[in-house]
Nanobody
Framework: QVQLVESGGGLVQAGGSLRLSCAAS????????MGWFRQAPGKEREFVSA????????AYADSVKGRFTISRDNAKNTVFLQMNSLKPEDTAVYSC??????????????????WGQGTQVTVSS
């Protein structure tokens, strides 16, 4: 069972940047794809971004494409989400997750095996 711990959330003004980190432990991190999801109050959890096991493939939600960048450092068992040009609508709890499912399922939260506790991102207007 993998354990995931997110960090890097906070309060930022619109147009600002944040870098989220997700530290993993418990099994061979580099064998698995990782994803970031977010959930705003009263809304369903939504896919943000994902990265394949060795970083060769990435995916983004249309709402964040061009503003967010996902990356990973397998030597440090960590995945990152660099968020630039933040907007108030990006306000949510951001969670990372690990999946053993195929890349075709990368946007489906039910196909992820383990989740972190989440980190709050608040963007003020």
């Amino acid at each position: 069972q993998v354990q995931l711990v997110e960090s890097g959330g906070g309060l930022v003004q619109a147009g600002g940047s944040l870098r989220l980190s997700c530290a993993a432990s418990g099994r061979t991190f580099s064998r698995y794809a990782m994803g970031w999801f977010r959930q705003a109050p009263g809304k369903e959890r939504e896919f943000v971004s994902a990265i394949s096991s060795f970083g060769g493939s990435t995916a983004y939600a249309d709402s964040v494409k061009g503003r967010f960048t996902i990356s990973r450092d397998n030597a440090k068992n960590t995945v990152f989400l660099q968020m630039n040009s933040l907007k108030p609508e990006d306000t949510a709890v951001y969670s990372c997750a690990v999946t053993s499912a195929g890349w075709a399922y990368i946007r489906i939260p039910q196909r992820y095996d383990s989740w972190g506790q989440g980190t709050q991102v608040t963007v003020s207007s």
